[in-house]
């Protein structure tokens, strides 16, 4: 049984991904750095914010799904992101598809959670 949000599997997998995008943000660009470089690091950040602070409202089906929801939104912002960083050229194809395929997984986790949120409320 998960009794903390650090448990949760896509807590970890959304983290991972947020790791990764801020270690490879630190090679681009000075001239990014308040621009790609921030919003990138604030969206894959703010998934597991979000995911944090959706489990803090487990009481209520409908603020939990919400704050899932907004978690899910900040991971397709993440996508745009990626997207821009390699039409740009500051990722290669295999970060590109590496970072995708874990954004895609963290989507997909969310999307059940989205779906099925009993499990997990109070």
């Known amino acids: 049984m998960v009794t903390h949000f650090t ?7 959304s983290s991972e991904l947020a790791t ?20 990138i690091r604030r969206s894959s950040r703010s998934v597991g914010a ?6 803090g409202k487990r009481r209520y089906e409908a603020h939990f799904v919400s704050k899932l929801t907004d978690a899910d939104g900040e991971n397709h912002e993440v996508e745009h992101w990626l997207l821009c960083a390699r039409r740009d050229r500051y990722l290669n194809e295999s970060e590109t598809a590496d970072l995708l395929a874990l954004k ?7 999307g059940s959670m989205i779906q099925n949120p009993h499990p997990f409320l109070l």
């Open 7 to 13: 448990e949760l599997i896509v807590y970890r997998k």
């Open 20 to 39: 990764r995008v801020f270690i490879l943000s630190k090679r681009w660009p000075a001239e990014e750095r308040y621009s790609l470089t921030d919003q």
């Open 104 to 110: 895609r997984e963290v989507g997909r986790m969310l």
């Open 50 to 55: 979000n995911l944090a602070e959706a489990w």
